[in-house]
């Protein structure tokens, strides 16, 4: 009978409504702040020289300007880099799979010898991505890079959706790409 007298109020404050209401509102939080669109700001404009199938960089240039309204996969990486080269089949598999629905794959070379060794490497690897080199570090400088490999997503207005440092799950990288588009 003392539950019949309890008033609206304490109802709700007592164990069996207040802790199972105060579940939900966490886990409706969690959810929105976990699965809103992340922003790690604008990306920096940039012009970069594209390896050429000899090795050279020529006249012929990348900019994320010119990119502007696709998506893009910015991938810095090295020859000698280890979780490059196991990366390397995800972004391949990545750019057959979202070519076509406005996502660009760009390699980013940052070899310290310069590009001489991109040719034989892609072929080896059977990358069909374009590449560019990082003359100078300006671009990893600019992007803050500190380790390969650094993998960012950029939505079709500039913003830096993902940023990874390391070896990224495909799946991570699906997602971001679905969510960018």
């Known amino acids: 009978m003392a539950q019949a007298s309890m008033s ?23 959810g929105v702040v976990a699965f809103r669109p992340r922003s790690y700001g604008s990306a920096a404009d940039f012009s970069l020289p594209v390896v050429d199938a000899a090795g050279n960089v020529g006249a012929e240039r990348v900019s994320l300007g010119g990119l502007r309204g696709r ?68 671009l990893s400088g600019a992007y803050q890079v500190e380790g390969l490999p650094t993998l960012m997503v950029i939505d079709r207005q500039g913003v830096i959706r993902l940023r990874h440092a ?14 960018a588009l």
């Open 8 to 30: 609206w109020s304490e109802r709700l404050l007592s164990e069996k409504v207040l802790y199972p209401l105060l579940a939900v509102v966490a886990l409706v939080v969690v």
């Open 71 to 138: 998506v893009v996969v910015l991938d810095f990486w090295a020859t000698w880099c280890a979780p490059c080269r196991a990366e390397i089949p995800i972004l391949q598999r990545l750019h057959t799979q979202y070519a076509a629905r406005g996502v660009t794959v760009l390699g980013v070379n940052v070899d310290e010898g310069g590009p001489g060794l991109v040719p034989r490497f892609r072929e080896r690897f059977g990358m069909q991505y374009p590449i560019a080199y990082d003359v100078g570090a300006q």
């Open 166 to 179: 390391g070896m990224a799950p495909e799946s991570m990288l699906s997602r971001a790409i679905e969510r």
